[in-house]
T-cell receptor
Framework: SQQGEEDPQALSIQEGENATMNCSYK?????LQWYRQNSGRGLVHLIL?????REKHSGRLRVTLDTSKKSSSLLITASRAADTASYFC????????????FGSGTRLSIRP | SAVISQKPSRDICQRGTSLTIQCQVD?????MFWYRQQPGQSLTLIAT?????????ESGFVIDKFPISRPNLTFSTLTVSNMSPEDSSIYLC?????????FGPGTRLTVL
């Protein structure tokens, strides 16, 4: 079963705008990871944030984590057509850090 | 990171038959994971495969339907047995490297 839910389920924005996706989860975690998947292909790892971290940056990506609210957000700034993909959060449980559980995903479309 | 390959990349099979999917990693790993992604859905963990021991299956998945082999530290197979159209999915293997999980390109299975 899914550990978390993501919202929105689908997001369509204009190229150049920022995209924000949210992830909520249910149990205590060791870390949270964000992945991108293009058209049903393999997953590309984007960024990992540990439970003791609150914010992390990687290029145009910014991830926040609020463990008190059991939620995370992924911000993509200055979006490009190539950012069109599905984005998934995945949580490594505190009790079993090697096993990760995926959220429901957000389908992001960037309009040219 | 990790370099992971899967064979076959895709297949179309008849109901009632079985398909074995191979996963090869570029270096030794303790645990390998198998996921299923049904059309339009997120990823669901099928089982965790440790070398030298039986795989651990998640709720809803059984060994008779999804037998797994792990003959060495760089290789694993997942068999989808007695297939039905409901088994049409993308099957992905993954490994963890440090805190991060890396995924293979996936095997797209269609059952007619």
């Amino acid at each position: 079963s899914q550990q978390g839910e993501e919202d929105p389920q689908a997001l369509s924005i204009q190229e150049g705008e920022n995209a924000t996706m949210n992830c909520s989860y249910k149990t205590s975690i060791n870390n949270l990871q964000w992945y991108r998947q293009n058209s049903g292909r393999g997953l590309v790892h984007l960024i990992l944030i540990r439970s003791n971290e609150r914010e992390k940056h990687s290029g145009r990506l910014r991830v926040t984590l609020d463990t008190s609210k059991k939620s995370s957000s992924l911000l993509i700034t200055a979006s490009r057509a190539a950012d069109t993909a599905s984005y998934f959060c995945a949580t490594a449980l505190y009790s079993s850090a090697s096993k990760i559980i995926f959220g429901s995903g957000t389908r992001l479309s960037i309009r040219p | 990171s990790a370099v992971i390959s899967q064979k076959p990349s895709r297949d179309i099979c008849q109901r009632g038959t079985s398909l074995t999917i191979q996963c090869q990693v570029d270096s030794q790993v303790t645990m390998m994971f198998w996921y299923r992604q049904q059309p339009g859905q997120s990823l669901t963990l099928i089982a965790t495969a440790n070398q030298g021991s039986e795989a651990t299956y998640e709720s809803g998945f059984v060994i008779d339907k999804f037998p797994i082999s792990r003959p060495n530290l760089t290789f694993s197979t997942l068999t989808v047995s007695n297939m039905s159209p409901e088994d049409s999915s993308i099957y992905l293997c993954s490994v963890d490297r440090g805190d991060t999980q890396y995924f293979g390109p996936g095997t797209r299975l269609t059952v007619l």
